[in-house]
């Protein structure tokens, strides 16, 4: 959104001096006008006119315990989405009258220069408001969403037909409008090409599908002959791209030039760039195609290894840890039980590392993450975001306990605005991923350990229901996560605090 200021003369524009208008009502119009149901804010003095306004024309004002929380409950805009920031001089937002008695004094100074000083402050004031309350248009304006050109997308076809085992590796972006999901999920499984899912397009194939691959992506890029990059990035998640074999077709597609081309000709080279919509490319590619499907070989060959590597975390997941509970345990029981329809919001380290390989998202956008740099505090904003959009379904923040201290405040949120959500703290006193490295490399543990707190009471303080789970509750671990479910349902949002133990499951993780 785009709020122009007004700069003529008021000779041009008349001034209501007697208005109770403000500008307030006028960025509440153009929110309505834009299709905005809510807004999510911490109430402040200099922000007081837009809420009301805002309040007046039935968009719903959620206030949040912490400013952080309301811009990730809001998070999204146009191109590669994110927060905007747009700043409103405090003097636009209020009424005539209020504004001209701190601007026009009751008594100027006498002489020339206190005449002036008074004439100059009444015009500034008539400048200011000239016009303000007059029509003008508010609808959206145009989004400028790049698309691959007609070469760019036969290009790609070609490279796709001629190879034999090409893999996708999909990224947020792919979520993004205007492309339905379903048409995107249809266009990959038509495509048969196996694919590995990040960030927020977890989930775009459903829980199990027989082109979906979850592990041993290194070895898989080694192997490939073409790998397409979907709105995947070749950062540190990547290696910078040295994980990509230089023998393999390469195929970048990203909105964002400056992420298409991240790294290149250092560890890796693309065969074509794409800056455009990833969405609407797939599709193109999948009717470009038709009659094509990947060798079957290739993607059943990935799914043997990532049989025999679930089958190997299983079994990990059942070993006894020094103390407390095993955290994939946990995590596996949670997948288990967790509804069709559930929206997974994942905040946190150690944790959420391994609740990344064990969860598996219901369908698009039920997986909603920090992102590339492990922003930690989305927790309670993300899950306040989705369960107002989705009421009917389950939200579950998966919290490691360091995490969990930036947003647990909102379960007051949660309570007030009746928006019940479930939460899980794996408590392992510490902030393990950042340990897990320091430890080894510099001799100490400093800074880095935690307390078992209770964060189970903390949730009944703010009006939700907290439960604590131990070793002595392995066996009854499903009815407590039932309840739970139970409690979220009849309106009460919940926290499971979840005493775990340490395994190696992670080790060699990078935390940098």
Same mark, same amino acid.
């Given at each position: 959104?785009?709020?122009?200021?007004?700069?003529?003369?008021?000779?041009?524009?008349?001034?209501?001096?007697?208005?109770?208008?403000?500008?307030?009502?006028?960025?509440?119009?153009?929110?309505?006008?834009?299709?905005?149901?809510?807004?999510?804010?911490?109430?402040?003095? @200099?922000?007081?006119?837009?809420?009301? +306004?805002?309040?007046?024309?039935?968009?719903?004002?959620?206030?949040?315990?912490?400013?952080?929380?309301? /811009?990730?409950?809001?998070?999204?805009?146009?191109?590669?989405?994110?927060?905007?920031?747009?700043?409103?001089?405090?003097?636009?937002?209020?009424?005539?009258?209020?504004?001209?008695?701190?601007?026009?004094?009751?008594?100027?100074?006498?002489?020339?220069?206190?005449?002036?000083?008074?004439?100059?402050?009444?015009?500034?004031?008539?400048?200011?408001?000239?016009?303000?309350?007059?029509?003008?248009?508010?609808?959206?304006?145009?989004?400028?969403?790049?698309?691959?050109?007609?070469?760019?997308?036969?290009?790609?076809?070609?490279?796709? =037909?001629?190879?034999?085992?090409?893999?996708?590796? !999909?990224?947020? #972006?792919?979520?993004?409008?205007?492309?339905?999901?379903?048409?995107?999920?249809?266009?990959?499984?038509?495509?048969?090409?196996?694919?590995?899912?990040?960030?927020?397009?977890?989930?775009?194939?459903?829980?199990?599908?027989?082109?979906?691959?979850?592990?041993?992506?290194?070895?898989?890029?080694?192997?490939?002959? !073409?790998?397409?990059?979907?709105?995947?990035?070749?950062?540190?998640?990547?290696?910078?791209?040295?994980?990509? =074999?230089?023998?393999?077709?390469?195929?970048?597609?990203?909105?964002?030039?400056?992420?298409?081309?991240?790294?290149?000709?250092?560890?890796?080279?693309?065969?074509?760039?794409? #800056?455009?919509?990833?969405?609407?490319?797939?599709?193109?590619?999948?009717?470009?195609?038709?009659?094509?499907?990947?060798?079957?070989?290739?993607?059943?060959?990935?799914?043997?290894?990532?049989?025999?590597?679930?089958?190997?975390?299983?079994?990990?997941?059942?070993?006894?840890?020094?103390?407390?509970?095993?955290?994939?345990?946990?995590?596996?029981?949670?997948?288990?039980?967790? +509804?069709?329809?559930?929206?997974?919001?994942?905040?946190? *380290?150690?944790?959420?590392?391994?609740?990344?390989?064990?969860?598996?998202?219901?369908?698009?956008?039920?997986?909603?993450?920090?992102?590339?740099?492990?922003?930690? *505090?989305?927790?309670?904003?993300?899950?306040?975001?989705?369960?107002?959009?989705?009421?009917?379904?389950?939200?579950?923040?998966?919290?490691?306990? *360091?995490?969990?201290?930036?947003?647990?405040?909102?379960?007051?949120?949660?309570? %007030?605005?009746?928006?019940?959500?479930? +939460?899980?703290?794996?408590?392992?006193?510490?902030?393990?991923?950042?340990?897990?490295?320091?430890?080894?490399?510099?001799?100490?543990?400093?800074?880095?350990?935690?307390?078992?707190?209770?964060? @189970?009471?903390?949730?009944?303080?703010?009006?939700?229901?907290?439960?604590?789970?131990?070793?002595?509750?392995?066996?009854?671990?499903?009815?407590?996560?039932?309840?739970?479910?139970?409690?979220?349902?009849?309106?009460?949002?919940?926290?499971?605090? /979840?005493?775990?133990?340490?395994?190696?499951? %992670?080790?060699?993780?990078?935390?940098?």
């Amino acid at each position: 959104t785009v709020v122009a200021s007004y700069n003529c003369s008021h000779s041009c524009h008349s001034t209501d001096t007697q208005s109770t208008r403000h500008g307030g009502e006028s960025v509440a119009e153009v929110l309505r006008a834009h299709g905005i149901k809510y807004v999510f804010t911490l109430v402040g003095g @200099h922000i007081s006119p837009i809420l009301v +306004a805002c309040e007046k024309v039935g968009i719903r004002v959620v206030d949040t315990r912490h400013e952080a929380t309301a /811009v990730f409950a809001a998070d999204a805009v146009s191109g590669t989405p994110g927060p905007v920031f747009i700043e409103f001089p405090l003097d636009t937002l209020y009424p005539f009258h209020l504004v001209s008695k701190e601007f026009i004094p009751k008594s100027p100074p006498k002489g020339l220069m206190g005449n002036l000083i008074a004439w100059y402050m009444k015009n500034h004031m008539l400048n200011l408001y000239a016009g303000a309350w007059e029509p003008r248009d508010v609808s959206p304006l145009p989004v400028h969403i790049p698309l691959a050109t007609d070469d760019q997308v036969q290009k790609c076809i070609e490279l796709v =037909s001629r190879a034999k085992k090409p893999v996708i590796l !999909l990224g947020s #972006q792919a979520v993004l409008a205007p492309t339905p999901a379903e048409e995107i999920r249809k266009a990959l499984e038509g495509l048969g090409i196996p694919c590995f899912l990040g960030g927020m397009s977890r989930g775009i194939l459903g829980k199990d599908s027989p082109i979906q691959i979850r592990q041993n992506r290194r070895d898989a890029l080694k192997e490939a002959d !073409l790998v397409l990059l979907a709105g995947t990035v070749c950062d540190f998640r990547l290696g910078y791209g040295r994980v990509l =074999s230089r023998h393999s077709k390469i195929i970048a597609v990203n909105r964002d030039k400056s992420q298409l081309l991240k790294n290149s000709d250092l560890f890796w080279k693309p065969t074509i760039a794409v #800056q455009g919509d990833v969405g609407s490319l797939l599709v193109q590619l999948s009717k470009g195609l038709k009659g094509y499907h990947c060798p079957q070989e290739w993607p059943q060959s990935l799914k043997a290894q990532d049989a025999t590597k679930e089958a190997a975390n299983r079994a990990k997941a059942e070993e006894k840890t020094e103390q407390h509970l095993n955290p994939l345990k946990v995590l596996y029981r949670v997948d288990e039980l967790m +509804a069709e329809d559930a929206v997974i919001v994942v905040d946190g *380290g150690d944790f959420v590392g391994s609740a990344a390989y064990i969860l598996r998202p219901r369908g698009p956008l039920h997986w909603l993450d920090p992102g590339a740099f492990g922003t930690l *505090g989305v927790g309670g904003g993300f899950a306040l975001g989705a369960k107002l959009c989705r009421p009917d379904s389950e939200v579950w923040i998966i919290y490691g306990d *360091g995490s969990s201290g930036y947003s647990i405040a909102e379960f007051d949120t949660f309570t %007030r605005h009746k928006t019940p959500i479930i +939460a899980v703290v794996g408590n392992d006193a510490g902030w393990t991923q950042i340990s897990r490295e320091q430890v080894p490399m510099l001799g100490s543990n400093v800074a880095c350990g935690l307390a078992f707190t209770d964060y @189970h009471t903390v949730a009944d303080g703010y009006g939700g229901k907290g439960y604590l789970m131990g070793r002595e509750d392995e066996e009854k671990m499903s009815d407590i996560i039932r309840k739970a479910q139970k409690e979220t349902r009849e309106g009460k949002a919940t926290l499971l605090n /979840v005493l775990i133990g340490k395994t190696n499951f %992670r080790e060699g993780s990078v935390s940098v």
